[in-house]
């Protein structure tokens, strides 16, 4: 049996991504996908990449087919999903939350960085988080929850928290990291990350040729890595853009406790990488002295890590590659709805990128 599912915010960037997907998922049945602005509009007249392979038309956000579904992914902005969740969850429909609105667990830490009030604080305390490589306990409780005929909410995590938190993580629970030390963070992100609209940073006369730091110091996803690495206060994050449309590559650099500098190789960290991966299908620890491209990456739900010792700074240099729009978006989403579903996580979605 299909389940039924639909896509709230399916005219943007990460919703046509969710829709590419999800068209071609063998157990899932898109039934309705919403945007305000191209209701009446059949996808592929909006998306010409869609003629011939669905006859589906957009539909008002208000779309009451959504609450006859088993699952929604809402790839709406941060506030938009605030608004939506509690009344689909209250339905009976289990909630795949693209946005940053059920992320962060303290309520005020998501007020002082977003700048408005969290109208469900109580959401925050059941949510699971969508990482599943490291949150696999959290999906396997909200699996459990959904197999008791409860409704369930995942916050899936955010495209630049997934490929640093992909890279940082192992080192930091081997204890490889200098005592009090601060991880520095630098990520590079494709056009597609800021969404459809453009504005004076995204619009091709600013973005093409070009490639600029922003939000340094205060970028919103700074307390999404903290709070996955269990850094607070310990992140320096920076933000690039650059001329690609898909891609996001993060090179998180970690300082190294001294007896580990000198006695920790590439080959070790590596070794230890993969063992910690084993079992994750989307996650590929590259031999060392090779690191990842977002090319290799890109229309994949994978996440290439590469790795590198430098022990004469005593620093760890890790770089890290994903489709912000697939492993940082909708693909995440699917995987996670397929393990809360009960399904294979693999299932519906590409394990590589297109090899040219
Ligand atoms: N782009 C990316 O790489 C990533 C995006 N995300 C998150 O996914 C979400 C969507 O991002 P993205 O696709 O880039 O954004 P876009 O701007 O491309 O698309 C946003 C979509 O949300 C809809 N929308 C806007 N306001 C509302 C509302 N009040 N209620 C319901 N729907 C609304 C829009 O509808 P309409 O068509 O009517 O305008 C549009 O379809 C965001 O929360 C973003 O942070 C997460 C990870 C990566
Ligand atoms: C290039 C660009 O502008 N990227 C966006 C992040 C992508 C995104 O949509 O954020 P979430 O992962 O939190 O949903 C930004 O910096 O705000």
Redesign the pocket.
């Known amino acids: 049996m299909a389940y039924r599912v639909g896509v ?9 991504e969710l829709v590419r997907l999800l068209l071609g998922h063998p157990q899932f049945k898109l039934v309705a996908i ?6 009446g509009q059949k996808l592929a007249d909006v998306y010409p990449a869609f003629a011939g392979v669905s006859d589906l038309e ?1 539909t008002t ?1 208000d779309n009451p087919l959504l609450t006859a579904c088993d699952a929604v992914f ?8 605030l ?2 969740a509690p009344g689909l969850l209250k339905a009976g429909v289990s909630v795949f939350d ?3 609105d059920f992320r962060l667990s303290d309520p005020a830490v998501y007020e002082a960085w977003y700048n408005t009030q969290h109208t469900s604080p109580e959401l925050l305390k059941t949510r699971a988080f969508g990482l599943p490589e490291l949150f696999a306990a959290d999906l396997a409780r909200a699996a459990a929850s959904r197999a008791a005929g409860e409704a369930v909410l995942v916050a ?1 995590a ?2 630049y928290p997934t490929a640093t938190s992909l890279g940082a993580y192992p080192a930091i629970q081997a204890g490889w990291m200098a005592e009090g030390s601060s991880v520095v963070v630098d990520a590079i ?1 494709g056009v ?6 453009a504005n004076a940073r995204t619009h091709y006369c600013s973005a093409d040729e070009n490639v600029e730091a922003y939000g340094v110091c205060k970028h919103r996803h700074t307390p999404e890595i903290e709070q996955i690495l269990g850094l607070e206060d310990r992140v320096v994050f920076t933000p690039h853009l650059a001329p690609l449309k898909r891609g996001l590559l993060s090179t998180v650099n970690i300082p190294l406790a001294p007896e580990v500098a000198d006695t920790l190789t590439t080959e070790d960290a590596v070794a230890r990488y993969r063992a910690f991966y084993e079992g994750s299908p989307f996650v590929r620890v590259l031999d060392a002295g090779q690191f990842p491209k977002t090319s290799s990456v890109a229309g994949s739900n994978a996440c290439q890590i590469g790795l590198a010792v430098n022990g004469r700074a005593r620093m760890l240099v890790i770089t890290s590659a994903i489709d ?2 697939c492993k ?2 909708a693909g995440q989403a699917i995987q996670c709805a397929n393990i809360v579903l009960g399904l294979d996580e693999t299932c519906g979605l590409p394990l590589c990128a297109l090899p040219v």
């Open positions: 709230v915010g399916a005219a943007g960037y990460a919703g046509i919403t945007s305000n602005a191209d209701a957009f956000h809402l790839a709406v902005p941060h506030t938009a999903a608004a939506a693209l946005s940053a899936c955010g495209c992100s597609t990350g800021a969404g459809k609209s912000n729009l940082g978006a």
